[in-house]
């Protein structure tokens, strides 16, 4: 449903979009023969305000496509609502500075052939009333489906990324029906689901039932009509609503979690399914500082190609690292006082929290004790730099940004504080790397990866967590960063996090500095090897897609 890549094209809202970025990208550096298809999403997800009051107001994010991409002429129909919806797809070439190109499709239904209410359906990522979502799903899936079919793609294997993607198993499920057989005493019969499932992988992203994109059979008769049948649909999807998650999981030969942590969690929510599990990675190349880059460059000059040989980082001089780290700082203090009006000192340690804001993330937890929180910060001073977007429907999301604002003001003259506003690539790009602490808080076990924590481990950024997600396996606590380790109730998580920051993270960063560097250098060497997407990629290719 979405792919980042690059700032101005607002084809994304969050991680999941900028995981599938970074898989294009390895998969051009690795030269995979691949192609990627999302929607072209012209009004974009959010473009965030935040107003006077420090409330969110969004507002639509729209983009160019002709700036960035090509229209191609091979224009597909799909049936919505017993209309024909015309899909026009735009080719971005996304070309990769250690490599190759990739094609990646942007569907488009903006066409003077639909109707006007159909004209709008690839506008708003995450938009619109359920109905909406539906058609973006038969848009994404079957005329993606179609689409690739019209441009001459002789497509192996179909790699579904998270439910939204799911209906694309309804064209190839439907291509293996066969009008004789056992069919009239079980419409099953007349489909060949092993052929189906022998062609699609499915990564699940999203560890709860309330995640998963559910629609009313009725819904779904109005606007999809008999596409399969009724009967065929609810024991392949659900008996009470259609669920993409189900969906998917029964029409795909690979199942996978994104990290350890996430398969165990969905293995418990689809018993008797096997799971397997690749953790997420980040492409090292795009999301490495200038000036650490450049450190790395001289010492390992295959680093991007091979970022393995970033297990040799722990040999890399402690005054040169610190240098590019303070580098990388200044250039995000810079963009604060441009953005905040804010001057935070280089010398202070940066504490730094950006996030999709929504409930389960916990973005207010570092403040939840304010009292604590000046306590700490009286002998041992240190700074905040928050960021994040809410999705306009989530007025949990949307009262966190508030109450961070309201919070930023309070600590006024204790803890030098800042929200940016706007987050996106660029902002994310320059917060993992010029922060000196990177705090993430999510209720456990509902992060089911999480990759901005190893961009900041790549920057030499120390990881300050919960023990969720992907820092499950990427934690040595002392050494790659450090664990939250609470129960997972509020008040206790919150209690092991002024612990920590107190006792162990402000003490060595403002009288252990040979200590703190050395940290730096495990954490990018240690974290660098292995969560990186070329890794993720490789995986993918060996274990699911050459099954
Ligand atoms: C990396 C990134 C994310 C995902 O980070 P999480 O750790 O999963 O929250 C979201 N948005 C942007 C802009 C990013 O760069």
């Not at 473009?47 to 191609?72: C, K, M, N, Y």
């Not at 990646?104 to 639909?114: E, G, S």
């Not at 009725?218 to 009470?240: H, I, K, M, N, P």
Request: aromatic content about 8%; hydrophobic content about 40%.
């Amino acid at each position: 449903m979405e792919i980042a890549l690059r700032t101005e094209m607002h084809t994304y809202s969050g991680g999941l979009g900028v995981l599938a970025g970074d898989s294009a990208r390895s998969a051009a550096d690795l030269d995979l023969p691949m192609v990627f298809v999302t929607l072209v999403s012209r009004q974009g997800y959010v473009r965030q305000e935040i107003d006077a009051r420090h409330a969110q107001v969004g507002h639509p994010d729209p983009w160019s496509p002709q700036d960035f991409a090509t229209a191609l002429p091979q224009m597909v129909a799909v049936s919505i609502e017993g209309r024909s919806v015309w899909v026009r797809p735009w080719l971005h070439a996304l070309e990769c500075p250690l490599g190759h190109v990739i094609p990646v499709l942007l569907l488009d239904t903006d066409l003077d052939q639909n109707a006007i209410e159909d004209r709008r359906i690839t506008d708003a990522l995450y938009g619109g009333d359920q109905a909406y979502r539906l058609k973006q799903e038969i848009v994404l899936g079957i005329g993606g489906q179609s689409v690739l079919r019209a441009l001459g793609f002789s497509i192996e294997k179909y790699h579904l990324n998270e439910g939204h993607a799911a209906l694309l198993t309804l064209p190839l499920l439907r291509a293996t029906q066969q009008l004789d057989g056992g069919r009239a005493a079980d419409p099953m019969l007349g489909y060949d689901i092993p052929g189906v499932r022998e062609r699609c992988v499915f990564t699940t992203h999203t560890p709860v039932e309330a995640g998963f994109d559910k629609f009313d059979y009725d819904l779904v008769q109005r606007v999809l009509g008999d596409y399969v049948e009724r009967d065929v649909l609810t024991r392949l999807a659900g008996s009470d609503r259609l669920n993409m998650t189900r969906l998917a999981m029964n029409l795909s030969g690979y199942v996978n979690g994104v990290a350890r942590r996430h398969a165990e969690t969905t293995r418990k929510l689809f018993p008797g399914y096997t799971i397997a599990s690749i953790t997420n990675g980040v492409h090292v190349h795009r999301w490495t500082h200038g000036a650490i880059a450049r450190l790395f460059e001289q010492q390992f000059s295959n680093w991007a190609h091979e970022p393995e040989v970033l297990a040799f980082a722990d040999q890399i001089d402690d005054g040169a690292l610190w240098s590019a780290h303070e580098e990388a700082k200044s250039d995000l203090l810079a963009r604060i006082a441009q953005t905040n009006r804010r001057q935070l000192r280089l010398d202070l340690p940066l504490i730094g929290y950006a996030r999709r804001m929504t409930a389960y993330k916990r973005p207010e937890l570092i403040f939840s004790d304010m009292g604590r929180l000046r306590e700490i910060a009286k002998g041992q001073p240190f700074q905040i730099v928050l960021a994040g977007l809410a999705h306009p429907s989530d007025g949990g999301g949307q009262e966190a940004i508030r109450a961070l604002g309201a919070h930023i003001d309070a600590l006024d003259g204790v803890i030098p504080a800042a929200f940016i506003p706007g987050y996106n690539l660029d902002i994310g790009a320059a917060l993992v790397a010029g922060c000196d602490v990177w705090l993430n808080t999510p209720q456990p076990p509902l992060e089911a990866s999480g990759t901005s924590g190893m961009k900041a481990a790549i920057n030499g950024a120390l990881n300050l967590s919960v023990l969720d997600g992907w820092w499950v396996e990427g934690c040595v606590d002392g050494v790659t960063g450090w664990s939250i380790a609470g129960n997972g109730a509020e008040a206790s998580d919150a209690g092991a996090l002024y612990q920590k920051l107190r006792d162990v993270v402000l003490p060595l960063y403002h009288s252990d500095r040979g200590r703190w560097i050395w940290m730096m250098k495990q954490a990018i060497s240690k974290i660098g090897p292995s969560f990186n997407s070329h890794r993720m990629m490789r995986r993918y290719v060996t274990e699911a897609y050459l099954r």
